[in-house]
């Protein structure tokens, strides 16, 4: 028996792409885990190879659809960024996965050391969630989108 998705690309003319095998939740979890490891100020030394570890070499972080960056374009970002927030926290809070898809809700909290993404330093800290959907093949990443809430950030950062 067909199933209702090559039922319906027969109709209309269309071949159908054999579906990826589904990654378990652990293995998803291993594959992303080092990652949001890299993330954190606490490995900020280990952060490099963190994100080599759970990348392929030729891996995109893209927030948008044509606005991504290289590993290395990462990784020199999260340098900045655990040097702007030195307390950062990223926490995966939640793992999804459809195919060689996982979605990934997750935490940040920190306290940014001086002025953070025009928001003058205040001695506050934030905390945003950050929705990720990345494609892992052979156990790394080779394509991931993320979304944060940055302006909830400055919002809690600039509130009085």
Not at 28 to 33: D, K, L, P, W
Not at 51 to 65: F, H
Not at 80 to 96: H, Y
Not at 121 to 139: A, E, R
Request: glycine share 8%; proline share 3%.
């Amino acid at each position: 028996m067909k199933s209702v998705s090559a039922l319906f690309a027969a109709v209309i003319g269309v071949a159908t792409v054999p579906a990826q095998a589904e990654i378990s939740t652990e293995a998803a979890r291993a594959g992303v885990a080092p990652f949001y490891r890299a993330l954190n100020a606490e490995f900020a030394s280990e952060s490099a190879d963190l994100i080599r570890q759970a990348t392929a070499a030729d891996w995109v972080s893209c927030r948008g659809n044509a606005d991504c960056n290289t590993r290395d374009q990462v990784i020199a970002g999260i340098g900045q960024r655990l040097k702007s927030v030195p307390d950062l926290k990223w926490e995966i809070k939640e793992i999804a996965v459809s195919g060689d898809q996982v979605t990934v809700r997750g935490e940040a909290t920190g306290t940014p050391a001086g002025e953070f993404m025009g928001a003058p330093h205040s001695g506050k800290s934030f905390k945003l969630m950050s929705i990720d959907v990345h494609t892992l093949q052979g156990g790394k990443m080779v394509r991931s989108y993320h979304v944060e809430d940055w302006i909830g950030a400055v919002r809690q950062l600039t509130a009085k």
